[in-house]
């Protein structure tokens, strides 16, 4: 038999597989605890999730071991070794084959076929793995407490077989943490995805939904694989018209889809659909009229859609319409919709991102991140039982480093679920490396010491520590129809590590990277090691370069959450400011003089965060305003450590393109190169941000960086400083994010920036730093004397059409040889209104690069 090698191209990942790539454990032959495998496969279950298992067993089996398991014709029937058809197993007790088989079922068939199996206790979704033998049989068996888990058991039994694990090593039983393990979408009708990064929505397109959901069902299998069982279609910012007869139908058949791989479908909807879609002069909660019409709603969702799931509600947030408009309550609103739902057994998820976006900032006292506690709290409760509030896991929104939100040890009688952000919305949107279960396991493991006890926020959610019947996980995913579903092969990680944290938040971030890498790339070592490594420091050098100390992402708030913009914080109605003064930084949540914020936490964690000094200093300025020149316990100053993190964090993403460049050979060479590509450019991204931010701080404080590096920069030759034909200045918004807030552009055919080079001959690496708006492809050329050395267009994504902090780009090219007179010649070539812009031109001799690596 002629078996596929580990890397030929059939099994090469291409994104589109994700961790399911079934790549051989082995190189060569079948991992000896294989070889005496059953080839028979019974199914004693009925379900489409159970058919769904059986036939991911025989497909993973095929894929990864060469063998081809044998199946019986149709759920539920047996075929013995002579092919005699038997009874259906759901009917009466199974007449097992007369050989050794896997056996799919529920723990209540597979006990039926094996009476003397004592099935271990599962909660629901749960799966057992075990093996024994009957009858002169060996049996291998996988036994869910109910359909779904039938399915998870399989996937966790052939991702431990991915990763060379033995059957025997996997026996064992798994349940989830918590009933609600969702995604969220937010996918748009016309096809766009808010804060999507993987290409548009393969749920809609042109305001209906696909014709083709071939995607959508491969997503629910990933989802499915990592114990995901629900998910909303669509933006929380929600069109109402999905709610159109017809729109019911046509999301019917995503419901069709999800329904083999155990996932239900929600739906996010607008509270003022009665009046907008439903031609009613009101939509208030409080008016029977009003509750009728969801009622009649719900009721002909659930007859298109037997399992749907239930509503999410996003209301009275960022513009978006909400009972305050009638004087009620999130409470009153959430009431009436779960009372549609209840007699169909569904849910709302009414999300406590609800805050006004017109604070005044010149109200000291004001303060976005108070919101969802003082308006949820009050309301503990007030909230049906299938009512669960869904809250984000910090209480401004997904910035890089957050506290945990007090709101979750402040409600005690109402269900929970964390809101966590998969899609990369202020993290770099998938440009970058931020590997994300780290992140979330330091969320998950805080503990806010509710009622004076432990009460980590995983176990809150979980609904254990205050005895709550529903809770769970939920995370905004905006995946979408690029072959790798999230527009980086690495940020599928985060999907992946969603869905372990979901089933099981105490798992470590280390194992969630160490499984993923095997799963994706392969069991190599050197590779696991290597790629868990730089999965493991990503978190940690983005928020070293974006906003270190608790300042958050100092992004473009207002714009597309992408590129450094400190100033854009500041004087607005969102709240996410940082308060920076020509004194000292940072926002004052203290009881004693500030917004009183951090009073909403429970006493021993109030305590510790309202004195400087015994706040965390990842968050300090998150809680304190403090004097530039105020003490670290290292005895740094807040603003030398601003700018050193900064420099650090910088190095540290120059050290993950050298990490990655080691793999080399050892991962197929089409995502190796994709990867390099996007670290190389997240090194370039990352000092821009330094400068941007480092110099923004030093204009503010007025306090220079004691090792001289922020606003010099030896080797950096200004565009104002070459000589240029047809390149113009223009003033760039933010400032920080131009070498002296101007960027030259080119406004004909072609326009050129020369230097000459009045330095030692040797070899240099020359950079060129331009600009690449989202529409337009600019070409560059770079000669040296009249030698064209190097030739690029700039044809990426970014999210900007002016030269900023968001279009930002770096051209490099190593191992240039230069001699004193020679001639550097950057040639732009503006294309479809993208004015070729450049910013300078860097000269660095060889050598001068940071090379350094990461911690671990
Ligand atoms: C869907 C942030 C995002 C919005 C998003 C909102 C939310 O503000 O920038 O795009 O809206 O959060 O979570 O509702």
């Not at 995805?193 to 809609?204: A, K, N, Q």
């Not at 200045?729 to 933010?734: A, L």
């Not at 040889?817 to 070729?836: F, K, M, Q, S, Y």
Request: charged content about 20%; proline content about 8%.
């Amino acid at each position: 038999m002629v078996r596929a090698q580990q890397g030929s191209p059939a099994l090469a990942p291409d994104g589109s597989r994700a961790w399911l790539r079934y790549a051989p454990p082995l190189r060569e032959g079948i991992p000896a605890a294989y070889e005496a495998m059953p080839a028979a496969v019974v199914n004693l279950d009925g379900s489409p999730e159970a058919a769904s298992a059986q036939n991911e067993l025989v497909r993973g089996a095929r894929a990864m071991l060469d063998r081809t398991l044998r199946t019986a014709e149709g759920n539920g029937f047996l075929l013995s070794r002579n092919t005699r058809p038997l009874k259906p197993c759901r009917l009466k007790p199974c007449e097992l084959p007369d050989e050794d088989a896997w056996v799919l079922g529920t723990t209540a068939e597979v006990r039926r076929a094996f009476p003397a199996w004592s099935a271990p206790e599962l909660q629901p979704e749960g799966f057992a793995l075990a093996a024994g033998r009957a009858h002169g049989h060996t049996y291998w068996l996988i036994a869910g407490e109910d359909a779904r888990g039938i399915l998870y058991g399989t996937f966790h039994l052939l991702e431990g077989m991915a990763q060379g694990q033995s059957f025997a090593a996997l026996e064992g039983s798994e349940s989830p943490a918590a009933p609600i393990r969702w995604v969220n979408q937010w996918d748009n009708l016309n096809g766009t995805i808010e804060r999507g990064y993987g290409g548009p929505s393969m749920f809609f397109e042109d305001g209906h939904v696909r014709s083709d959901l071939t995607r959508a069902g491969e997503y629910a299998r990933l989802l499915a694989s990592i114990g995901i069982n629900g998910c909303t279609i669509n933006n929380v910012n929600a069109n109402p018209h999905l709610l159109d007869p017809e729109m019911i139908r046509e999301a019917a058949r995503i419901a069709d889809v999800f329904r083999p791989w155990g996932v239900r479908l929600s739906l996010a909807v607008d509270i003022a659909s009665p009046q907008s879609i439903g031609g009613m002069d009101t939509y208030d909660p409080g008016d029977p009229r009003v509750a009728a019409w969801w009622r009649a709603k719900a009721d002909a969702i659930y007859a298109a859609i037997p399992d749907f799931a239930g509503f999410v509600v996003k209301a009275d947030s960022e513009g978006q319409p909400g009972p305050s408009r009638y004087g009620r309550s999130p409470a009153d609103a959430a009431n009436m919709l779960a009372a549609a739902l209840k007699p169909h057994g569904g849910i709302v998820m009414y999300r406590a991102f609800v805050y006004n976006h017109h604070l005044d900032w010149h109200d000291m006292k004001a303060d976005r991140a108070r919101a969802a506690y003082d308006i949820f709290h009050p309301l503990d409760g007030q909230f049906a039982d299938n009512v669960v509030v869904q809250i984000k896991n910090g209480p401004i929104d997904f910035q890089v480093r957050e506290p945990v939100s007090p709101l979750f040890a402040g409600l005690r009688k109402t269900n929970d679920a964390v809101e966590l952000e998969i899609t990369q919305e202020y993290l770099g949107q998938q440009r970058q490396l931020v590997y994300l279960p780290t992140q979330w396991s330091t969320y998950l493991n805080f503990d806010p010491h509710a009622e004076n006890r432990s009460t980590p926020l995983k176990e809150i959610v979980e609904g254990k520590v205050f005895h709550r019947p529903l809770g769970g996980f939920v995370a905004v995913a905006s995946a979408g129809m690029d072959t790798n579903w999230m527009g980086s092969d690495l940020a599928l990680a985060n999907l992946y590590g969603f869905g372990r944290l979901a089933w099981n938040p105490n798992t470590a971030p280390e194992t969630i990277a160490a499984e993923w890498t095997r799963l994706t790339f392969g069991n190599d070592p050197t590779v696991v090691n290597t790629v868990s490594r730089m999965l493991l420091a990503s978190w940690h050098i983005y928020e070293n370069y974006t906003g270190p100390l608790g300042l958050q992402t100092l992004t473009n708030i207002t714009g597309p959450h992408y590129g450094p913009a400190p100033q854009s914080q500041e004087n607005n109605g969102w709240g996410q400011w940082i308060r920076a003064t020509h004194e000292g930084v940072g926002m004052d949540r203290t009881v004693a003089t500030g917004t009183g914020f951090i009073g909403q936490y429970p006493p021993q964690v109030a305590k510790m965060y309202e004195s400087p000094a015994s706040c965390p200093e990842n968050l300090l300025l998150f809680m304190h305003h403090v004097p530039y020149t105020y003490r670290l316990h290292n005895g740094k100053t807040v603003i030398q450590t601003i700018y050193d993190d900064h420099y650090t964090g910088a190095m540290e993403a120059a050290g993950l393109v050298e990490e990655w460049k080691t793999l080399n050979g050892l991962i197929d060479p089409e995502p190796h190169a994709a990867t390099l590509r996007m670290l190389e450019y997240q090194a370039g991204e990352a000092v821009e941000w330094r400068d941007a931010v480092t110099r923004w701080f030093a204009k503010m404080s007025g306090i220079p960086d004691a090792l001289g590096r922020v606003g010099h920069y030896p080797n950096r030759i200004p565009a104002a400083a070459m000589q240029l034909d047809g390149y113009t200045p223009v003033e760039v918004t933010p400032w920080e994010t131009a070498t002296d807030g101007k960027a030259y552009v080119c406004g004909q055919t072609m326009c050129t920036a020369k230097t000459s080079f009045a330095r030692a001959a040797g070899w240099y690496t020359v950079r060129v730093r331009y600009f690449d708006y989202l529409h337009g492809a600019s070409t560059f050329r770079l000669l040296l004397n009249q030698q064209p050395i190097a030739v690029w267009t700039a044809d990426n994504t970014l999210p900007g059409e002016a030269p900023n902090g968001d279009t930002s780009s770096r051209y490099t090219l190593v191992g240039v040889p230069l001699r004193p007179g020679d001639v550097l010649t950057i040639e732009g070539h503006p294309n479809d209104g993208e004015p070729a812009p450049i910013d300078f031109m860097a000269i660095e001799p060889e050598g001068a690069t940071h090379t350094a690596t990461t911690k671990p």
